[in-house]
């Protein structure tokens, strides 16, 4: 058979790269094959370097909630690009971006940008060791929050995906100051905390947790840990890098209705472009340099580019608010429709669903925590992620990730992936 440019690509790129990507997740060795090179992207279809059309549910693993080429955003940015790329001094953008930003989020006073939802974890985890004068940070299993040396540990996404056991690289002393508890067991929390809430900094959560798969929060999980942070004076942060701007105009916070300390940003708010914020309590936020003695800076923070990109996103949404009801819908209707597929076929799958985020396992279980993703038939997902790929529908290359929807999807989006599915069986083609 010919090599396709994919496959060519894919060579050169492993001499070149390690694995030949620059990001893990993107290698497809949890489901096998060559990836796919993408050539571009319009709505909710991407376009691979050999001319195949995929519906996108990847959507750069987030952060294209309006689809690819959206009007407005490729607008701002093509204006942007002819005013200069980047300064190294403030510009309005910064401003603007973060008041679409704050008046958003009730909790956060003060927000900062940085390019990545790594760093603007890092950054609120190194401002609660400060305020708090602690070193313990309690992390839930298989959340993932970056690729930060202090969150590593049991961490989801492509660490859950290769089954990396622990941090190669990361101090053992620092290693030893992050404990994990399960995703959504507050009594296991509460536990930790009584003995030890002392030592803690800082109890860091996905809200809905989006890197081990799509696992909602129990009913009370996130409530009971705001309770518990205040009950020792610990910072509580929520790590929406993924879920903000991504389920309502805001965050999963105004939906729940809990004020974590500090809260992490990044994908939406910068339309596709690198970005990550992190923001929350004036008292915590002004230890920050130049204001604070707490250190953290960069090159490109808050680069025109990304805040430009961000805030015509952000103004997009906000003109659209009752959008999200609608991709709601649509996301429920995709859903019921996959599950009646696997209904006929008899074949057990749980799709776990907030808004137009969700993932199937096969499983006949509930999927509550990483033990139950980390039990589901990862052969099975991968066998899915196949068929689908052969008939032009991207899903994520992991079972410990997230599926997205965008604005530009379509019913007939909707209709190429469930008639891919039709007569699938992943248990069929077993020998
Ligand atoms: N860890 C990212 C998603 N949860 C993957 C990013 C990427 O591969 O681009």
């Given at each position: 058979?010919t090599?396709?440019?994919s496959?060519?690509?894919?060579?050169?790129?492993?001499?070149?790269?390690?694995?030949?990507?620059n990001s893990?997740?993107?290698?497809?060795?949890?489901?096998?094959?060559?990836?796919?090179?993408?050539?571009?992207?319009?709505?909710?279809?991407?376009?691979?370097?050999?001319?195949?059309?995929?519906?996108?549910?990847?959507?750069?693993?987030?952060?294209?909630?309006?689809?690819?080429?959206?009007?407005a955003?490729?607008?701002a940015l093509?204006?942007?690009?002819?005013?200069?790329?980047?300064?190294?001094?403030?510009?309005?953008?910064?401003?603007?971006?973060?008041?679409?930003?704050?008046?958003?989020?009730?909790?956060?006073?003060?927000?900062?940008?940085?390019?990545?939802?790594?760093?603007?974890?890092?950054?609120?985890?190194?401002?609660?060791?400060?305020?708090t004068?602690?070193?313990?940070?309690?992390?839930?299993?298989?959340c993932?929050?970056?690729?930060?040396?202090?969150?590593?540990?049991?961490?989801?996404?492509g660490?859950?995906?290769?089954?990396?056991?622990?941090?190669?690289?990361?101090?053992?002393?620092?290693?030893?100051?992050?404990?994990?508890?399960?995703?959504?067991?507050?009594?296991?929390?509460?536990?930790?905390?009584?003995?030890?809430?002392?030592?803690?900094?800082?109890?860091?959560?996905?809200?809905?947790?989006?890197?081990?798969?799509?696992?909602?929060?129990?009913?009370?999980?996130?409530?009971g840990?705001?309770?518990?942070?205040?009950?020792?004076?610990?910072?509580?942060?929520?790590?929406?890098?993924?879920?903000?701007?991504?389920?309502?105009?805001?965050?999963?916070?105004?939906?729940?209705?809990?004020?974590?300390?500090?809260?992490?940003?990044?994908?939406?708010?910068?339309?596709?472009?690198?970005?990550?914020?992190?923001?929350?309590?004036?008292?915590?936020?002004?230890?920050?340099?130049?204001?604070?003695?707490?250190?953290?800076a960069?090159?490109?923070?808050?680069?025109?580019?990304?805040?430009?990109?961000?805030?015509?996103?952000?103004?997009?949404?906000?003109?659209?608010?009752?959008?999200?009801?609608?991709?709601?819908?649509?996301?429920?209707?995709?859903?019921?429709?996959?599950?009646?597929?696997?209904?006929?076929?008899?074949?057990?799958?749980?799709?776990?669903?907030?808004?137009?985020?969700?993932?199937?396992?096969?499983?006949?279980?509930?999927?509550?925590?990483?033990?139950?993703?980390?039990?589901?038939?990862?052969?099975?997902?991968?066998?899915?992620?196949?068929?689908?790929?052969?008939?032009?529908?991207?899903?994520?290359?992991?079972?410990?990730?997230?599926w997205?929807?965008?604005?530009?999807?379509?019913a007939?989006?909707?209709?190429?992936?469930?008639?891919?599915?039709?007569?699938?069986?992943?248990?069929?083609?077993?020998?």
């Open positions: 058979m090599e396709t440019l496959e060519r690509l894919f060579s050169e790129a492993k001499n070149l790269i390690p694995g030949g990507v893990p997740v993107r290698a497809f060795g949890a489901v096998g094959g060559n990836p796919v090179f993408i050539a571009g992207g319009r709505g909710s279809r991407i376009y691979d370097v050999d001319g195949r059309e995929y519906v996108d549910y990847i959507l750069s693993w987030g952060p294209l909630i309006l689809g690819h080429g959206h009007p955003v490729q607008g093509t204006e942007q690009v002819s005013r200069g790329v980047t300064f190294g001094a403030p510009t309005a953008l910064e401003v603007d971006l973060a008041r679409l930003v704050l008046d958003a989020f009730p909790a956060m006073d003060k927000v900062r940008f940085v390019n990545s939802g790594t760093e603007a974890v890092m950054t609120a985890l190194r401002l609660a060791r400060a305020y004068k602690r070193d313990v940070i309690v992390k839930f299993e298989g993932y929050h970056g690729h930060g040396d202090s969150l590593l540990a049991k961490a989801g996404s660490i859950a995906t290769y089954g990396i056991p622990g941090s190669p690289g990361v101090p053992a002393p620092l290693a030893a100051l992050t404990i994990t508890v399960p995703y959504n067991d507050l009594g296991a929390c509460e536990a930790f905390l009584k003995a030890r809430g002392e030592e803690v900094a800082a109890v860091i959560v996905e809200p809905v947790a989006g890197n081990m798969g799509v696992v909602p929060p129990a009913k009370g999980f996130l409530q840990l705001r309770e518990l942070c205040t009950r020792h004076g610990i910072v509580l942060i929520f790590d929406e890098v993924i879920t903000g701007f991504r389920l309502t105009y805001g965050g999963y916070q105004g939906l729940v209705g809990v004020e974590p300390d500090l809260t992490c940003l990044g994908k939406i708010i910068g339309g596709g472009l690198p970005v990550g914020a992190f923001g929350g309590k004036e008292k915590i936020m002004d230890l920050l340099a130049p204001t604070g003695p707490v250190y953290q960069g090159t490109l923070s808050g680069n025109p580019l990304a805040m430009a990109a961000g805030i015509a996103t952000l103004s997009v949404l906000k003109d659209n608010a009752p959008f999200y009801e609608v991709l709601d819908r649509a996301a429920f209707s995709l859903c019921t429709d996959i599950e009646a597929v696997f209904a006929e076929t008899g074949v057990p799958v749980v799709i776990n669903r907030v808004g137009s985020m969700f993932t199937p396992f096969f499983t006949s279980g509930r999927v509550n925590d990483y033990g139950d993703a980390a039990r589901s038939d990862t052969a099975a997902f991968a066998r899915l992620f196949k068929r689908l790929l052969e008939r032009g529908v991207m899903a994520p290359p992991s079972q410990f990730e997230a997205f929807l965008s604005f530009a999807h379509t007939e989006d909707r209709d190429r992936t469930i008639e891919a599915l039709r007569g699938f069986d992943p248990y069929g083609d077993r020998s």
